[in-house]
């Protein structure tokens, strides 16, 4: 069996996802250690703009575009790479533990009967064999795993789990042509877009996440102006969420989204488990609490000890000035 | 309607969990929940055979004799029967082998409706609703946040896509995995934790389901666990030190800049 890898790369509002980028860095360190191909795979329609820019990340890009494929729909997207996969034959397939890649991958999986191991952060083909790291009972416990050799493996890891390194490679674009029906059992009514010109929380480098601390909605405002200059978005807990505060799609933690930015900051957030155990792999953890003995200081890179109403005004105009500076 | 629902239980978030000597394996304190997702499932399953009449809602995990205590528990919210299918001897980590055996179940059993949690919080995967529905050919909708049941044949769904929402209608039989937001599950009345206490809960061999112990065993597994290791501990905190909320942004600042280069 070849040691080609293959991606599925996701896109939005146009442009190729970070995360996308982070795997095919990783997956390119793969190949060229064992002399291997690159495959990105790129599905949409109007995307051959796109696939320009994939071309310096990998050996091969193989596009398939057709307007059936406008918005992501498992059964169309399974029946593509299920075609490619069975064409390619790689050693293995990634892709993302985002939304899409949690609906798309499992489907894909039982398609071909072929594994998956998902929510990985690492993976490791220096020594014998190739091992995945995987973070289980929300992070308690790191596990490795292995496959087992003979069959083309999935793997979906958690967006932030590796860094991206400018290519100029110049892979060969093959535009595929497939047949796709799509399953008449599914019938999307509408899809409604909010919000999306920020970065999905799970790919943002910079994360302020509010707590009960904030005491109501409208103290969010500083947040979001922090998160705007930085870049980021806003996380909440739990307890911010339960009051409608804030949406359920900004929740971290447990029953919410994992996060790992470069920068956490949270600010008024206890730190109870269920809220650090999606939040823990964070580069690098700053808390702001009032409370010194608050748990969330047991987990934090840094701590202040203090009413954030007093810090976050100030904290603003400081990392405004740092950006402004670089 | 004919509700399936898919559970597991789980070790409590608050469980201690310790890896053994050989690293291999773990040792979890003997604290134990449905997973939280799976709640919400159960609880969708009762609401709706509240509303149509003649439903039935079965509650199904693939686990451990202990995970009994976890279908007890569904039947106390309201679930009408429960079935173990025991995993004595067949441990197994390979998600495509559990769906097989869930699916397995399914067909024997019949439904118009699957229900599960959209991931486990243990295992961390969200593999097993998917992987099922691709084995019974049937449409299935991740992490859905609104259930409406149309007719019979047909249900309309809200889930979360990658910054928005989409609505879907699907036609039945399908499987929905179900998150956080989609309804608040209740705490089982007395009078159902008793009706639980008593209720019959038929244990099944998953090789009585039609699928050779071979493809089923742990040996089946293709997914490995080499080793467990601890997490990476983090240095105890920096507190940081100003006298004013003007000094210690300004310490935190620095701290940043120079000592994580997080700026
Ligand atoms: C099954 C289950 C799943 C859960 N999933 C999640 C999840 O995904 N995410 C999540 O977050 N939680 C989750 N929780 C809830 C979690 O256990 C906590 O209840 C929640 O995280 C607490 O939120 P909080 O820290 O915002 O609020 P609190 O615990 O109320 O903490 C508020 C903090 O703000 C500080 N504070 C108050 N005023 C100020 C001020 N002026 N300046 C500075 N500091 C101040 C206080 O000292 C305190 O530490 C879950 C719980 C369960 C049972």
């Known amino acids: ?326 | 309607m004919h509700i399936l629902v898919f559970i597991k239980q789980v070790a409590d978030t608050e469980a201690r969990i310790i890896i053994k000597g050989d690293q291999k394996s773990l040792e979890i304190e003997n604290k134990y929940n449905i997973n939280f997702f799976d709640e919400v499932a159960i609880e969708e399953a009762i609401r709706i055979k509240e509303r149509i009449k003649d439903s039935q809602v079965t509650v199904c995990t693939y686990g451990t004799k202990k995970a009994v205590e976890a279908l007890r528990t569904a039947i106390a919210m309201g679930a009408d029967r429960a079935f173990l299918l025991d995993n004595t001897n067949l441990e197994n980590h390979d998600p495509l082998i559990i769906a097989k055996i869930l699916s397995s179940f399914a067909k024997r059993e019949g439904f118009d409706l699957i229900l599960c949690g959209r991931q486990a919080i243990d295992d961390e995967n969200a593999n097993i609703g998917a992987i099922t529905a691709e084995f019974l050919g049937i449409p299935h909708v991740s992490a859905i946040l609104k259930l409406e049941i149309m007719d019979e044949k047909k249900v309309r769904v809200e889930s979360e896509l990658e910054g928005g929402r989409e609505v879907v209608e699907v036609q039945l039989p399908a499987l929905l995995t179900t998150q956080k937001g989609l309804n608040e599950p209740r705490v089982p009345l007395i009078t159902g934790v008793m009706k639980a206490m008593k209720a019959a809960i038929p244990s099944i061999d998953p090789c009585s389901l039609g699928i050779a112990k071979e493809d089923i065993n742990t040996d089946a597994s293709r997914v490995i666990v080499l080793s467990y290791e601890p997490p990476k501990k983090r240095p105890p905190v920096k507190i940081i030190e100003g006298e004013t909320p003007e000094e210690k942004v300004e310490n935190l600042m620095k701290v940043l800049k120079e000592e994580a280069k997080a700026i």
């Not at chain 1, 490795?144 to 890891?157: I, M, N, R």
């Not at chain 1, 705007?228 to 900004?250: L, P, T």
């Not at chain 1, 987990?299 to 000890?305: H, P, T």
């Open chain 1, 1 to 326: 069996m070849s040691k080609d890898i293959l991606i599925f790369v996701e896109c939005k509002e146009g442009t190729v996802r970070k995360v996308s980028l982070e795997l095919l860095t990783k997956g390119k360190e793969f190949t060229e250690r064992f002399s291997s191909n690159l495959y990105a795979v790129l599905i949409g329609y109007q995307v051959k703009g796109i696939a320009e820019e994939l071309k310096a990340f990998s050996d091969k890009v193989l596009v398939v575009d057709n307007e059936i494929l406008k918005n992501y729909r498992w059964d169309t997207y399974a029946a593509v790479l299920e075609q490619l996969v069975k064409k390619y034959i790689p050693y293995m397939v990634f892709g993302a533990s985002t939304i899409t890649g949690k609906d798309l991958f499992p489907r894909l999986a039982a398609r071909l009967n072929v594994t998956i191991v998902s929510d990985a952060v690492g993976i490791d083909f220096g020594g014998e064999g190739v091992r995945i790291k995987k973070p289980i009972f929300g992070g308690k416990i790191i596990s490795w795993t292995a496959c087992k050799e003979g069959s083309t493996p999935l793997v979906t890891f958690r967006p932030n789990s590796f860094s991206i390194h400018k290519r100029s490679l110049n892979g060969e674009l093959i535009e595929e042509s497939l047949k796709i029906a799509k399953d008449p059992r599914l019938n999307v009514v509408n899809i409604e877009r909010g919000g999306s010109k920020k970065v999905d929380i799970q790919e943002a480098d910079f994360i302020i996440c509010g707590g009960r601390g904030m005491k109501g909605p409208e103290n969010f405002q500083v947040l979001e102006e922090i998160a705007d200059i930085m870049g980021g978005r806003v996380g909440a807990s739990r307890a911010v969420v339960d009051s409608k505060w804030r949406e359920y799609g900004d929740q971290v933690g447990k029953s919410g989204k994992t996060v790992s930015p470069k920068l956490y900051i949270g600010c008024g957030v206890s730190g109870a488990l269920h809220h650090t155990m999606g939040m823990d792999t964070s580069k690098v953890i700053v808390a702001v609490n009032k409370d010194p003995n608050a748990p969330i200081f047991q987990y934090a890179d840094y701590g202040i000890v203090d009413d954030l109403f007093n810090i976050l005004p100030i904290l603003k105009d400081e990392l405004k000035r740092a950006k402004e500076e670089v």
